[in-house]
């Protein structure tokens, strides 16, 4: 009987504990997430009473943003604390996170979509410390009335990544690559002879999320920039409708991909293949990826040098990098004023500090800020070889997708239906996803 | 014979007493079975809120709250829920317009019949077969519930590895066909639940009184007889529980809808791309989440019609099968 006493009232016990537990969080959430003592006290009990809150976007980068965050603290004794939402829920995280009291002060709107969406929550910018500091207008995003919404602190860049130790084994030169058609000589000619090589043309271009956006979004920014150049002018707002005229170019390259890689286009649709893998570990002498990529391949493929989209457009000859940004700094508009400029001093140190400069452009990319260290990254340094030699510059159209995850998804299923069987009935669906849904997603986000 | 009337004396007796005592009272007898209430009742109408207090304040912040506010939030713009703005009626006109909505309407609901009764008719099967006195029941109990035990999205992914690394022998895969996408569904969702309606029914079945079986024996009724008039009967009280639990399951499903398909293939039909895959819950997340600045309302609207659907349909259910059990 007694134990049955002590049983029920440990129960008991167990059950408040339980209940409890949830109103006791914040604490220790902020403790394992701020990295460093100063973080705990997130409260702000430094003179200034501000203080940071960064939600950052890109999980790779969390550990180099930690060692940011303790270095400043250590420095002003600022608190500042760095969440990183877990990959692909950034949008879920921001959703909730803006909702509490202690809201993030600083967080990333990357583009016109998340301008409309977040615009309101974001401080305009302009006149402030950190503008001034850039050293272009070119990453920055601004609203309908002219707020400048969020500021760019870093930019990357995308195209085909060669490895040219490969290439040479294969009896090619990288110089031979010009254009779309010698690019297809060579991959061909590498896809072919794979079994007596040991290596393939193409890593393989999986079709599932952690790779898909490869192409509906990066490859499909050829198509974008194509229609952009042939108007003359560069959007600055979504259209309502795209032409698709350059789809063929896409379907060029998009073909040359496939029918060239390391697995067979029927097995794309649900991934697994590990690309990024392939290409870091010489079993393909040619991927599409971007910039950040390069510290995954600076060790087995040391000589790797990114190339443009080269897709059968005439003048091609002369095409550079896909260089923009999504890494975009807003700040919290309904955070309170100190705190607000504790983020903006915050800000100012990281684009003109030396040591934490040179942290973050090793992490994400080049910085476009007069005073931030210089980048060591290869691919960008290929982006701006080619446009110092006057070539020109893809700029991120893709940004601008409507709707984007909707307008992703069925470009996707239709890739898939044509992937398993490549027939013009099957490229129609593909179309009809490119073009027409470009339509509809936009009624559907504006409508 | 004396293990039944041992059993059926414990059975829960209707305290007529009940209905003249304060409601606190009659909550503690309906715990309680109304027995001992002198001895029990005093300290525990004294202390009972001390019990109750916690999980009732618990209901309320986790389930009462949110639900008011969600259902405040279906008539509002809002991109976070302490900003809300009033909307009025517009996010429900919205709802209807929407054909992705309708589509994974019609879709929940096959699937829900499909598998409320492929669940229920091999979960019977199976717990029936296990009752009848095969040599290590017991485990394959314990292998039939064990699906259970894992999580829609791990079951989703491992399913859809396995069905995808049989379609890629064909060249194909899961995702580009919407009846492969439902059947798959269909398989994975009676994996996991056949084993956990199987231990209701295997409590149901152990509960049928062994006079009425052995009644129905001496009378010369063959076994599919007494399946169908005294097994069954008896067990009504389980069919309505599993029915109910399938019912409801099968409409809300959505770690499973995304782990597996998320809703692929997706067909453009009038202009407008439609997830073939997608059931309602998943078509009210991926609303949630679009660019509109109106879409979380609209999200939130089809998530009150949502909760009216479900509650309607699984209370539907729970009175038809009801009228159908039979007092012991």
Redesign the interface.
């Known amino acids: 009987m007694k134990m049955k006493k002590i049983l029920a009232a440990i129960l ?1 016990a167990s ?2 504990g339980c ?1 409890f537990a949830g109103c006791n969080d914040s604490g220790g959430t902020t403790a394992s997430n701020g990295g460093g003592t100063a973080a705990n006290n997130s409260g702000g009990t430094t003179g200034s009473g501000g203080s940071v809150y960064w939600l950052n976007f890109k999980p790779e980068s969390d550990e180099v943003l930690q060692k940011v965050a303790k270095m400043y603290t250590d420095e002003t004794k600022v608190p500042v604390k760095v969440v990183t939402a877990a990959s692909g829920t950034y ?2 995280t921001l ?1 909730a996170e ?2 509490k009291s202690d809201a993030p002060t600083l967080f990333v709107i990357g583009n016109s ?1 998340g301008v ?3 615009g ?2 974001a401080l305009d910018l302009k006149d402030t410390k950190i503008a001034k500091e850039l050293n272009t207008n070119a990453y920055n995003l601004y609203d309908a009335n002219g707020k400048l919404v969020s500021i760019g602190y870093c930019y990357e860049c995308y195209g085909i990544i060669v490895n040219p130790d490969l290439l040479k084994q294969a009896g090619h030169e990288l110089s031979e690559i010009k254009n779309f058609a010698t690019l297809k000589t060579v991959v061909e000619d590498i896809h072919s002879r794979a079994s007596e090589l040991g290596f393939d043309a193409f890593t393989s271009c999986d079709m599932d ?1 952690s790779s898909s956006w490869r192409f509906t979004g990066h490859m499909a920014n050829l198509e974008y920039f194509y229609e952009e150049k042939a108007a003359g002018k560069t959007w600055t707002e979504c259209p309502a409708t795209i032409t698709g005229d350059y789809l063929g170019n896409f379907k060029n390259l998009y073909d040359l991909c496939i029918n060239n890689s390391i697995s ?1 286009p ?2 794309l ?2 991934g ?1 293949h590990d690309p990024s893998n392939q290409f870091a570990t010489c079993k393909a002498a040619f991927t599409v990826q971007g910039s950040w990529e390069y510290s995954a391949y600076k060790e087995k493929a040391p000589n790797a040098v990114m190339i443009p989209y080269y897709c059968g457009v005439d003048g091609e000859e002369k095409a550079g990098l896909n260089c923009g940004t999504e890494n975009c700094w807003a700040v919290n508009s309904k955070a309170s004023e100190a705190d607000q400029q504790a983020t903006l001093d915050f800000m100012y140190w990281c684009v003109t500090n030396k040591e934490a400069s040179k942290l973050l452009v090793d992490s994400f990319g080049v910085m476009p800020y007069k005073n931030a260290a210089e980048s060591s990254n290869a691919f960008l340094k290929n982006a701006n070889d080619l446009t110092t030699k006057g070539n020109y510059v893809m700029d991120w159209a893709t940004n601008y997708q ?5 307008y992703r ?2 470009l ?3 890739l ?2 044509y992937n ?1 069987d490549q027939t013009d009935a099957n490229w129609a ?1 593909v179309k ?2 490119f073009v ?2 470009w ?2 997603q936009y009624q ?4 | 014979m004396t293990k039944t009337k041992k059993k059926l004396e414990t059975d829960f007796v209707p305290n007529e007493k009940a209905a003249h005592k304060s409601p606190f009272k009659r909550v503690v007898d309906f715990f309680f079975g109304g027995k001992n209430s002198n001895a029990l009742s005093r300290p525990l109408a004294k202390w009972g809120w001390l019990f109750i207090g916690p999980v009732t304040i618990a209901f309320i912040i986790g389930f009462v709250w949110p639900f008011i506010q969600g259902i405040y939030l279906s008539f509002c713009k809002f991109r976070i829920v302490s900003d809300a703005e009033f909307y009025g009626f517009q996010n429900y006109a919205s709802v209807f317009e929407d054909a992705s909505f309708i589509h994974s309407f019609w879709y929940s609901a096959l699937f829900a019949i499909v598998s409320l009764i492929l669940i229920n008719v091999f979960a019977f099967a199976v717990a029936y077969a296990l009752t009848q006195n095969i040599k290590g029941s017991n485990l394959f109990r314990t292998v039939f519930f064990m699906p259970n035990l894992i999580g829609g999205i791990v079951l989703g992914y491992i399913w859809s590895m396995i069905f995808d690394g049989i379609l890629s022998q064909f060249g194909t895969s899961i995702l580009q066909n919407s009846t492969w996408g439902f059947w798959g569904l269909i398989i994975l969702m009676c994996w996991q639940q056949i084993g956990y309606m199987m231990i209701i029914y295997i409590a149901g079945l152990n509960a049928v009184p062994e006079d009425m079986l052995e009644a129905a024996k001496i009378d010369g009724a063959t076994k599919w007889q007494t399946l169908w008039r005294v097994t069954i009967p008896n067990v009504m009280p389980s069919i309505t529980i599993c029915t109910f639990l399938s019912l409801t399951n099968g409409f809300k499903l959505f770690d499973q809808n995304i782990a597996l398909t998320a809703g692929q293939p997706i067909s453009i039909q009038n202009g407008v791309p439609i997830k073939q895959t997608e059931m309602l819950a998943l078509n009210i997340y991926n609303t949630f989440y679009g660019t509109n600045t109106a879409a979380r309302g609209t999200a939130q609207a089809k998530a009150v019609i949502f909760f009216i659907l479900v509650a309607g349909l699984g209370l539907a259910q729970l009175a038809y099968t009801r009228k159908k059990e039979v007092q012991q």
Request: proline share 2%; aromatic share 6%; charged share 15%.
């Open positions: 008991a059950m408040c209940f949008e879920q959703s803006m909702d979509a409309k969406q977040w309101d929550y999320d067979a029927t097995e649709a649900t697994g409507p709707n984007v995850n909707e998804a069925a996707v299923s239709a898939n239906a398993a669906q009809a996803a027409d849904g339509a509809t559907a986000a504006n409508g």
